[in-house]
């Protein structure tokens, strides 16, 4: 199996009037083709940071000390922007955590996908339009046609952010990196964006690296599975092997403040689960799949 | 559309009426008789019981209230006390000498606001951008007069490139033939090109200290305004999705667009305000300095003029603004115009949302 992404000894710190903050202490994973690799870890352990150094999206004061970042065998840290601009959108997919603070608000939706295909140098013309349009109907968006010609106000959240998939996955990247994709979504439509993404990667032999602090997408949805912990990764592997036999400290404790297999409709207070507690489980929910593979 | 114009045509309207009345007021928030401004301190009771009746003073309060509206509506604005000239003729002949250099300064204000303001931030807290914090506080420091006694000692008294503060036209030039009244208008009417670009060459150093004095505040703005929608999701999104750096700072400039054009009016207003100390220092014949004339001597109908040219002339600034930001977001645009919320696309209960 290739590698689409191979990430080596990524250190990247925060230059802070305080001092310097380092944010990644050395962080080494990979991406195989047509695999989707999940990040966990709980708030400021870094993910955010993963990705931006990656993508190359990091503001300053941040900035990558460190490392090498291999993606479809160029070495992206020692690109310049210009190269690495036209990579971004192109090779490398990014779908945004909440979609109406990603769309431009006052650009109409048509016009925002013509200036990613500009953007690109590809010709803008009817036949783009018209890819454009699929595109959406195949993430699941409603009347394309009439989302096209709107603004992104007048979507709800879901669709919006079925827009944003389409425009990440607009020019075919390879690569699909998504932080946090549905955190700002509520619980069901959560899981049909879920599984248009998963659709849209998997069976077009794409690769997927998501951030989520839900153990249940992961289980749900990832192949493999890294768990950062203050800028390290304390543990990567198969998702069954990480859940099932946890050797880290922290991802024990993790996977024990979701669910407990011997109750395993208890839920620890204060988890992001319990919004979820009202309705029933169904067999195929992600939660019930992590608990029956913690049992396995 | 036609209902959310003329709703904004009624609100222009009571803004005005109620300008009107805030002028009206100022007669009698001022200190002092005008009588007595007018006469001196010796004057008999019977002259000023006199001067109160030709300023109709001695009325009830209701008739001179609905008088002063109606005149002021119909245009006309009263007599200067002390040399009776006519307020609105006088405003008519001096507003254009005001706008000649308020217009293009506020001009400059923008393009080196917008440059500098944009350029400090794409290099935040780099070399460029820390020279441009120094300079803006420095400017900022400073009242308008000293930067136009600065610059008039740099450029008209050292390098002896810029003319004399002593007005638009020197003694040698010919006065245009009476058309308009307004020197510069009746300049180009006349066909007379010297005049009018020995004006404009006068104009230079108070369109400089206009624009340097407005471009502080308006760069600076622009320079956080831009920093802080540089780091939004929204841009981190555009250029995620590999947009070119002038595509991303278009969108950048989409979301600041409101704000920065709200503040624009707010310098313009506050320009007129500050065009009477740059004319008192260039003995510029425009509204500014005639209006700080009226101040000092307690000229009621020239204050009251000033404060209604100015007022009228903000009002119709935030109304225009106030249009334009509504009309140029499709998120408000839609409500303006349909005059009611627009049903969001896949809200329906059976849509999957
Ligand atoms: N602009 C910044 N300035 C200084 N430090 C920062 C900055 N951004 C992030 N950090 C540091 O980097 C660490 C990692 O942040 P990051 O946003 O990557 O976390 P995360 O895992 O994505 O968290 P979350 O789940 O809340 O999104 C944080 O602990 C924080 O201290
Ligand atoms: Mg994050």
């Known amino acids: 199996m290739n590698k689409t992404l191979q990430v080596r ?4 710190e925060f230059h802070t009037p305080r001092g310097v903050v380092p944010a990644l202490h050395g962080v080494s994973f990979e991406v195989q083709d047509n695999e989707i690799v999940g990040i966990v870890g709980e708030s400021g352990s870094g993910k955010s940071t993963v990705v931006r150094s990656i993508t190359k999206l990091l503001m300053p004061p941040g ?69 454009a349009l699929q595109l959406l109907e195949s993430t699941g968006v409603r009347d394309p046609e009439r989302v096209m010609r709107g603004y992104a106000h007048e979507l709800s959240g879901g669709m919006a952010q079925r827009v944003v998939i389409a425009m990440a996955l607009y020019l075919n990247p390879q690569l699909v990196i998504a932080d946090e994709p549905t955190t700002a979504l509520d619980l069901t439509v959560q899981r049909q964006v879920l599984d248009t993404l998963r659709r849209l990667t ?15 997408v992961v289980a749900a949805y990832c192949n493999r599975v890294l768990v950062m912990y203050r800028g390290n990764i304390v543990e990567q592997g198969p998702v069954e092997d990480v859940f099932v036999r946890p050797q880290h400290p922290y991802t024990i404790s993790l996977l024990n403040s979701v669910v407990r297999p011997e109750e395993e409709t208890q839920y620890v207070p204060g988890s992001a689960e319990e919004a979820d507690t009202a309705e029933p489980e169904t067999p195929d929910s992600p939660k019930v799949q992590l608990s029956e593979a913690r049992r396995s | 559309m036609i209902r959310y114009i003329i709703s904004r045509l009624v609100i222009a309207a009571l803004l005005l009426c109620g300008l009107i009345t805030l002028s009206f007021g100022l007669v ?47 245009g006309d604005l009263g007599h200067s006390l002390f040399t009776g000239s006519s307020v609105s003729s006088e405003i008519l002949t001096r507003l254009p000498n005001t706008l000649i250099y308020l217009v293009p300064g506020l001009a400059l204000a923008l393009i080196v606001g917008m440059a500098s303001g944009t350029f400090a931030a794409y290099r935040y807290r780099r070399f460029a951008d ?37 007005g638009m036209l020197s003694s040698a030039q010919i006065t245009p033939p009476h058309v308009t009244g307004s020197i510069p208008l009746d ?39 831009l920093l802080q929608v540089l780091q939004s999701p929204q841009i981190e999104f555009a250029r995620a999705c590999g947009l070119r750096p002038g595509q991303v700072f278009r969108y950048a400039l989409s979301d600041i ?11 313009f207003a506050a320009s007129l305000s500050g065009a009477a100390i740059v004319e008192s220092v260039f003995s510029w014949p425009g509204v500014g300095g005639w209006s700080l004339d009226g101040v000092l001597k307690g000229d009621v109908p020239v204050i009251q003029g000033f404060v209604l040219i100015m007022g009228t002339t903000s009002l119709l600034g935030y109304v225009i603004l106030d249009a334009l930001i509504t009309l140029l977001d499709p998120r408000t645009r839609s409500k303006a115009v349909a005059g009611r919320r627009q049903r969001r696309l896949g809200a329906t209960p059976t849509a999957i949302s």
């Open chain 1, 9 to 12: 000894e990524l250190e990247t």
């Open chain 1, 63 to 131: 900035k990558v000390s460190a490392g090498n970042v291999i993606f479809a065998g160029r070495s992206l840290l020692d690109l310049p922007e210009r190269e690495m601009r036209q990579i971004r959108g192109k090779d490398i997919g990014f779908i945004a955590q909440n979609p109406f603070s990603a769309l431009n608000p006052v650009t109409r939706i048509e016009k925002q996908f013509a200036n990613i295909a500009k953007a690109h140098g590809v010709k803008v013309d009817a036949s783009e339009r018209s890819r």
């Open chain 1, 202 to 216: 998997i069976e077009s032999g794409r690769s997927m690296l998501i951030v989520t602090h839900d153990l249940g």
């Open chain 2, 28 to 74: 009698s928030l001022l200190p002092g008789d005008p009588a007595v401004a007018l006469l001196g301190e010796y004057a008999t009771p019977a002259d000023v019981a006199r001067i109160h009746s030709e300023l109709g003073l001695d009325l009830p309060f209701w008739d001179r209230y609905l008088g002063y509206m109606s005149r002021t509506l119909s």
């Open chain 2, 130 to 166: 820390k020279a441009f914090t120094f300079w803006i506080s420095i400017l900022m420091a400073m009242p308008e007069f000293v930067l136009a006694l600065l610059l008039l000692f740099v450029f008209y008294q050292q390098l002896r490139i810029a003319p004399a503060p002593i």
């Open chain 2, 187 to 225: 300049a180009i009417i006349a066909g007379q090109w010297g005049t009018f670009s020995s004006i404009l060459g006068r104009a230079v150093l108070p369109i400089v200290t206009m624009g340097l004095f407005f471009a502080a505040p308006f760069g600076k703005t622009v320079r956080s305004g």
């Open chain 2, 257 to 267: 667009r409101g704000s920065l054009m709200t503040y624009l009016v707010l310098l």
